[in-house]
């Protein structure tokens, strides 16, 4: 069992990772087109509505997280029946899902001007945001058959549909923008593609598991409803927080400093956002591997995979944060144009906002394969409150930097220490051992720090002024952030663990090829 779950953890996020990067890719070249085709007013509308279509997602209630929990056992269990029965009851609350979403996002068109500062410049907004509602409710059809598919540990297969459907869909909008110059045209291939990509990994589903076909008109029995209803009722909550705090800074941005700004930022969000989807793809991947972890071993050993995956996961956004603090502006500029660059001061606040957030990954995996909703359910609460109040008392005197700071303040006040308190408290039934987990954090808090603003000291003075150069920085910088790492942290428990690992699968393929 845990050679399987170890194997699939392996392949789904090594997929999901590649898939992930290419996508990123395609993604940038797009946007790159969209800046030279579109006037920059479009691309904070893009921005703007992107963050409002976030907003509307609280229609879910947070179910699509209450979903895979709710599989992990029946799925471990090969109880057919069971994961049938969910499955039929999944497919009636999506449906409603795309509707109210629809509904609602629409009803919303009479209060678009009160969001917008500089729209002058833009024709049918109406029509445009219209376009982003549908894409967005159009998203909900089908897709809770995806659910089934990454809850029973084959993620890397979702993965590869939708990077294709990502790569051809790139491609169109890449013809769209040069050779029309359509910023309606561009929405309207998304919601085609949505479409498509769903009914596909809807159909995909249907093969590896025909039983769920079967017409049943059974329903789910009363202790099952009751317990999703507590799940999805405290798991909205939590989505209230994950979207208020993620998803109201351009709504900000854009009522205060106008459309312009949302824009240049928008390839900011683009670029750390990209990065965030490549590394918590990783963890992301293994979470189905966490859920059946935790239902099928006892919770020392649970709590010792959880720390392991710490220290991974620090390595890797503290990796990443460092390079972007150094990289991203001569990237923009490069790639973007010098009028999209930020200052120095936002760019590090954004680095410090995209460390915390990337540093939650493995206490957000492990609460919710443990189902740790409910008893969360006051967090985001505090969490909003805190980030809406900063946010807007700092936004007149520090700009899209105080903006930042507001949701910086909120993730220290709330998320970074409370979730895996609830962990520890709840999941592995040890709330004392919680005191190791915050003094390591802090600890790698403050070497990230220190380590990035040195670094950014020495290299941020260099001066990028073409494409090959910002290359081999990269390499270079790659290079010596990993080799400060090894050195610190060749002799710990966790870096021979991991070495291990990777020791014995690399010598499990050689001696297979020599094998054969």
């Known amino acids: 069992m845990q050679q399987s779950r170890t194997r699939n953890s392996v392949i789904n996020s090594l997929t999901s990772v590649t898939t992930q990067i290419l996508t990123v890719v395609m993604n940038f070249v797009v946007k790159i087109v969209f800046t030279r085709t579109i006037s920059m007013e479009y691309l904070g509308v ?114 590869r549909i939708t990077f294709i459907f990502s790569f051809v869909l790139s491609l169109v909008q890449i013809g769209i923008l040069y050779l029309w110059h359509n910023f309606i045209l561009y929405l309207v291939s998304s919601i085609v593609f949505v479409v498509l990509q769903n009914v596909y990994i809807s159909h995909k589903a249907t093969k590896l598991y025909p039983y769920i076909k079967e017409k049943t008109d059974e329903k789910l029995e009363k202790e099952d409803v009751k317990e999703i209803t507590k799940n999805v009722g405290s798991l909205f909550i939590y989505k209230v927080g994950s979207v208020v705090t993620n998803g109201t800074d351009n709504m900000i941005i854009s009522k205060f400093l106008g459309l312009i700004p949302v824009g240049i930022y928008s390839n900011y969000v683009l670029v750390t956002k990209s990065l965030n989807n490549v590394v918590s793809q990783l963890f992301t991947a293994i979470t189905s591997s966490i859920g059946n972890l935790v239902v099928t071993t006892n919770k020392k050993h649970s709590q010792n995979v959880f720390e392991r995956l710490l220290f991974l996961n620090f390595w890797f956004y503290a990796f990443f944060s460092i390079a972007l603090m150094i990289l991203i502006n001569p990237f923009i500029d490069l790639f973007f144009g010098s009028k999209f660059v930020l200052s120095e001061t936002i760019v590090i606040v954004l680095v410090v906002d995209f460390y915390l957030n990337g540093m939650q990954s493995v206490s957000t995996s492990f609460l919710n394969a443990y189902g740790l909703f409910y008893e969360g359910r006051f967090r985001p609460i505090f969490m909003i409150i805190v980030n809406i109040i900063v946010s807007l008392l700092l936004v007149h005197p520090f700009g899209i930097a105080g903006v930042l700071l507001g949701t910086i303040i909120s993730r220290i006040t709330t998320i970074c220490w409370m979730d895996p308190r609830i962990v520890y408290k709840y999941g592995f039934k040890d709330g004392k051992a919680v005191w190791k987990y915050y003094l390591q954090y802090i600890g790698y808090f403050c070497l990230f720090l220190f380590l990035g603003l040195l670094l950014y000291w020495i290299l941020g003075r260099i001066v990028i002024d073409n494409i090959l150069m910002w290359i081999i920085m990269g390499i270079f910088v790659s290079i010596l952030i990993n080799v400060i790492f090894f050195v610190l942290f060749f002799r710990t428990d966790n870096f021979c663990y991991f070495y291990q690992k990777i020791k014995t699968v690399l010598l499990s393929k050689f001696r297979q090829k020599k094998q054969a």
């Open 46 to 159: 893009n921005g703007l509505f992107a963050n409002i279509i976030t907003m509307l997602s609280l229609a879910d209630l947070g179910i699509g997280t209450a979903i895979p929990y709710s599989l992990y056992k029946p799925l471990a269990e090969g109880d057919h029946h069971k994961v049938k029965v969910l499955m039929k009851f999944y497919s009636k609350v999506y449906n409603v899902i795309g509707v109210v979403v629809l509904l609602i996002g629409l009803g919303l068109i009479p209060f678009l001007p009160y969001l917008i500062k500089g729209g002058e410049g833009v024709s049918d907004l109406n029509l445009i945001y219209a376009l982003f509602v549908i894409h967005s409710a159009s998203s909900y059809f089908f897709v809770y058959k995806r659910f089934l598919i990454d809850s029973d540990q084959k993620g890397y297969i979702t993965a």
